[in-house]
């Protein structure tokens, strides 16, 4: 299999994730029980903790360090600009967290679906520059990241994209639309993923130098949606025990995946 090819599966796979996840809703006879939504949020944000310490910025790091370069530098200024990059994407952008009646972001007239929509389209972007910039870290020849840590990433973020796609249809039938629909919604949120990874890829590609930033870049935007939205959402109210044990299951799922595939 030709490294385009290998690049093309590990763009889709966290796309196929959130589709399977989203079509838990033609199976669900009512709307996902708030412990059960809990659990998925920590899990989720289990991963995304994992997945910026092991496949973005321990591999930023190690890059930089066998480029000559300062090995701390990019590592932490990639991650303080991909904070502050979400931080300013959170600020404009008009959307709508789960169990929330105050729209955040830019005034607007949209509907609630579709801010709920946009809110999990906002901290889908991180992910999917995530999985492109350790694809194109593995493309480029170096020896940090391999096929298998790349498919590790793309794995891991697959696997909570599963409840991350129920999470956000399954509310959608409760503000009154068809379960076509709220599906629908929940795929169309996903497929920024492939986008903003091929785009992540082709800007590496262009300037390769910049790839231990760009992969501390993306662990910052990362963890800013984990610490601002995953992570309040989960420990919300009662119960905030299980949000805590998702984070645990996710975090050592994620790190099993890239110890032992990477």
């Known amino acids: ?23 838990t809703v033609f199976f669900l006879k009512k709307e996902m029980s708030p412990k059960l939504q809990k659990a998925l949020l920590g899990f989720a944000s289990g991963v995304m903790i994992a997945a910026s310490v092991w496949s973005l910025l321990i591999p930023s790091i190690e890059m930089a360090e066998d480029n000559g370069h300062i090995a701390w530098l990019p590592a932490v200024s990639g991650f303080l600009f991909g904070m502050i990059f979400l931080l300013v994407l959170d600020s404009l952008i008009p959307h709508l967290h789960l169990d929330s009646d105050k729209p955040e972001g830019h005034k607007s007239g949209l509907g609630k679906s579709l801010m709920l929509v946009l809110a999990v389209t906002l901290h889908n972007i991180p992910e999917g520059m995530a999985v492109g910039v350790v694809f194109a870290g593995m493309s480029s020849g170096g020896t940090v990241i391999s096929t298998a840590g790349a498919f590790a990433l793309a794995i891991g973020i697959a696997v909570q994209n599963f409840p991350e796609g129920a999470i956000i249809s399954a509310p959608l039938i409760g503000t009154g639309i068809s379960k076509r629909r709220a599906f629908s919604y929940g795929v169309l949120s996903g497929i920024v993923e492939p986008l903003g990874a091929l785009l992540t890829i082709l800007l590496t590609s262009l300037i390769t130098p ?14 800013y949606v984990v610490v601002e939205e995953l992570i309040p959402e989960s420990q919300a109210g009662d119960h905030s025990n299980i949000g805590t044990i998702g984070v645990a299951v996710g975090f050592a799922l994620m790190m099993l995946l890239d110890v032992a595939l990477g």
């Open 1 to 23: 299999m030709n490294d385009t090819m290998k690049i093309v599966i590990g763009l889709l796979l966290p796309l196929a994730g959130t589709v399977l996840g989203a079509a």
């Open 210 to 223: 910049i790839l231990p930033f760009i992969l501390a870049f993306a662990a910052g935007a990362m963890i």
